[in-house]
């Protein structure tokens, strides 16, 4: 049995203090839109630092202007709504989780720019 006890997520470096406070929380406008109406009913995540850059920060040059970035570990637990996407293969890249990870099971690990700056 494979286990996701552990995800990443980068998230704008401007809401550090929100996600400190309160944790992740869905409906917040996603950073990889160019649309401002859009709404996400999830979280998203990936199973290294790696691979969340990619399916965030390194696109969002497109859309935004966040220019610095903050990585969170997540914590998964038994009863949150997870669903892996299948795009990838056989392989687990992109995970959503549908509901908020408090803050206690949230580790705040580092801060980069989206030239890849590490701060």
Do not use: K, N
């Not at 009913?41 to 290294?48: H, I, K, N, V």
């Not at 687990?92 to 980069?112: A, C, K, M, N």
Request: charge should be negative; glycine fraction near 6%.
């Amino acid at each position: 049995m494979t286990s996701l006890d552990v995800v990443y997520h980068w998230a704008p470096a401007d809401r550090h203090d929100s996600i400190t406070a309160d944790g992740l929380r869905p409906g917040h406008q996603p950073t990889t839109t160019s649309d401002p109406t859009t709404r996400m009913a999830y979280l998203c995540f990936a199973t290294d630092p790696a691979v969340a850059w990619s399916l965030s920060a390194a696109i969002d040059w497109r859309y935004s202007e966040v220019e610095t970035w903050d990585l969170w570990l997540a914590r998964l637990a038994d009863g949150d709504e997870v669903h892996v996407l299948p795009e990838f293969g056989p392989r687990i890249r992109e995970v959503r989780v549908t509901g908020s990870i408090p803050r206690d099971r949230l580790w705040y690990v580092g801060r980069r720019d989206i030239q890849g700056v590490i701060r």
